[in-house]
């Protein structure tokens, strides 16, 4: 509310919260944060004691159910570790989920699905910013998963064991700098060119929008050139 202009200060803010029934803040920080003010706002008249206790009842109560006390022994996902969030039942499970959220707006001529059977005899390149960097393949709160499961483009592609040729064009998304040349000599030697563009969270992501969907920087030459 604070961001918004809502309210003006902390106090306020965390007066306004409170009466209007919130019992969980998102922080600035342990330091800087809203519910901080509520001691002095209880001092003050403005909430009263029965009203906390409303607010904190359900709030430990869900915290309770989840286990958040209970020692250790008793939560079975505490002995969790990476070899059975990573397992191979669990990563099987993903790239099921990747490819079911495949969204294909159009198929031109049939372009795809690419025949494993004619790869062989064809030259792929895959060009633009998102080819071949795994970092900025995460969008915003995403976990890191370890390097050896990630699979850019180009490391994909590699793997159907045919002539993979590779030009980013641009060393980042917001593609300031852009290197015609390598891609057109990438895409011009090329039978099918797959093209990696978009924004990642060096461009868009909370408190980062845009004012428009364009692509960002160079990006949409890159295209033309590629399609040229």
Not at 106 to 119: E, F, S
Not at 190 to 204: I, M
Request: charged residues 20%.
């Amino acid at each position: 509310m604070l961001g918004h202009h809502y309210t003006h200060t902390f106090l306020e803010t965390a007066i306004a919260s409170v009466n209007a029934g919130c019992n969980l803040e998102l922080s600035y920080g342990m330091k800087n944060n809203v519910f901080m003010h509520i001691p002095q706002a209880l001092a003050m008249g403005n909430i009263t004691l029965q009203m906390l206790r409303d607010r904190v009842r359900p709030l430990f109560y869900t915290r309770m159910r989840l286990g958040e006390f209970d020692p250790p022994a008793m939560n079975p996902y505490s002995a969790l570790d990476l070899s059975v969030v990573q397992s191979p039942e669990h990563r099987n499970l993903s790239l099921e989920a990747a490819v079911k959220s495949f969204v294909l707006l159009k198929n031109i001529r049939g372009t795809l699905p690419l025949r494993a059977g004619d790869l062989p005899n064809q030259r792929l390149a895959v060009v633009g910013p998102f080819a071949d960097n795994s970092r900025v393949l995460f969008g915003d709160y995403a976990p890191v998963p370890e390097p050896q499961y990630i699979y850019t483009p180009r490391r994909g592609l590699e793997m159907l064991g045919t002539n993979v040729s590779f030009a980013a064009g641009c060393s980042e998304p917001r593609c300031w700098w852009y290197s015609r040349a390598e891609v057109v000599r990438a895409a011009g030697a090329a039978d099918v060119v797959v093209v990696c563009l978009g924004t990642g969270v060096d461009v868009e992501t909370e408190m980062k929008d845009r004012s428009d969907l364009s692509l960002p920087g160079h990006q949409l030459e890159l295209l033309q050139d590629a399609v040229q």
